[in-house]
């Protein structure tokens, strides 16, 4: 019996994302720098350009911060938290319903409920797209979603006196 778990991130995905997203960064300012003229339609181009560049070397931050944490999901007794972007949210078991593994867009991603969630665009969101109110995306981990998502039910049965 599983009492404790941490899945590491896989190094190699967040290297590869890493690279996609400056390489992006790179790109878009060079066809800014391309696209560049005193017409407002070019002025529109680059600023647009950049600011989708920015995007993506926030993300790439992020992934870089993600490379420096040991764990992408760490889960115990208590609870579990997991990292999304800049930072770890965590949850008690009693937060949460039991998890699922459902497809997200191109992902598979173990999603979960929480009576608690606000309101709000992304949790009605995430119930249109998989049926939960908030999700973990697994396919970072050296596991499969799959595997993830039992060992999770399994933590949180055991916590809760669940049979």
């Known amino acids: 019996m599983v009492s404790q778990v ?9 290297l590869l ?7 992006f960064v790179g790109a878009a300012v060079w066809a800014s720098m391309v696209s560049f ?14 600011g989708c560049g ?4 926030y993300v790439g931050a992020a ?8 764990a992408g999901l760490r889960a115990d007794e208590a609870g579990f938290s997991y990292r999304f972007l800049w930072q770890r949210r965590r949850f008690s078991w009693r937060e949460v319903s039991e998890f699922k593994v459902a497809d997200y867009r191109m992902l598979s991603v173990v999603a979960f409920n929480r009576p608690s969630a606000p309101d709000d665009w992304r949790t009605r969101t995430n119930q249109r797209e998989i049926g939960a109110s908030d999700f973990i995306i697994a396919h970072n981990f050296k596991a499969s979603p799959l595997d993830v998502c039992r060992t999770l039910n399994e933590l949180r049965n055991r916590a809760l006196g669940v049979a």
Not at 6 to 14: C, D, E, F, T
Not at 17 to 23: D, L, S, V
């Open 6 to 14: 941490s899945y590491p991130l896989a190094r190699g995905v967040l």
């Open 17 to 23: 994302r890493i690279a996609g997203c400056f390489g």
């Open 37 to 50: 003229n005193d017409s407002p339609s070019g002025i529109l181009t680059s600023v647009t350009l950049i």
């Open 54 to 57: 920015g995007y993506f070397v």
């Open 63 to 70: 992934y870089i911060t993600a490379l420096f944490d040991g």
